[in-house]
């Protein structure tokens, strides 16, 4: 082949690029927004913070809120039920208190900016209890598990029988 020829099939080849680029572009500017680049989720561990604070007791319980909250910039997502694998720790020492859950496990609850959520934790009224200022758990998304751990940090009371409610809108 001539150098004409292979500068004339480069030439074409270039054009041919250059319209299915234009084209694949038109296309993609006449398709309907789908809201761009998709920020981080607000559920995984790394993009929300978590609060306990002391809640009001009830007859024979000890109440505890625990408080997510997502900053701008987070994608909105969906929680469902108690969260899962909560731990409680004292000075950086695990106590040895697990917690079970209550209430309904199937309601899904928007968590994302502007829209925080809380869940309780249960304890009952007993002598003594286990002191922490520190909890760990795993947020359940109504298909499953959200991958990672999140901790919240507050004073606290556990002691054997502690439970934790499903997750709620609001703070």
């Given amino acids: 082949m001539s150098v ?8 074409v080849i270039a054009a041919v690029t250059v319209l299915a680029g234009a084209t694949g572009a038109g296309l993609a500017q006449a398709a309907p927004p789908t809201g761009g680049h998709q920020a981080p989720s607000a559920c995984r561990p790394a993009n929300h913070t978590a609060k306990v604070t002391v809640d009001r007791p009830s007859a024979g319980h000890r109440h505890y809120r625990v408080t997510l909250t997502a900053a701008r910039g987070y994608e909105p ?13 004292h000075h950086g020492a695990l106590d040895g208190v697990t917690a079970g859950h209550y209430g309904q496990q199937n309601k899904k609850v928007t968590f994302g900016p502007g829209h925080p959520v809380h869940f309780d934790i249960q304890v009952p009224n007993s002598p003594g209890g286990a002191r922490a200022e520190r909890t760990t758990f795993t947020l359940k998304a109504p298909g499953g598990v959200i991958p990672g751990e999140s901790s919240a940090s507050g004073p606290l009371t556990v002691d054997f029988g502690t439970v934790v409610g499903p997750v709620q809108p609001g703070a």
Avoid: E, N
């Fill in 77 to 89: 997502c969906q929680l469902a039920g108690s969260p899962t694998g909560v731990r409680f720790y």
């Fill in 4 to 11: 004409m020829g292979i500068t004339r099939k480069t030439a």
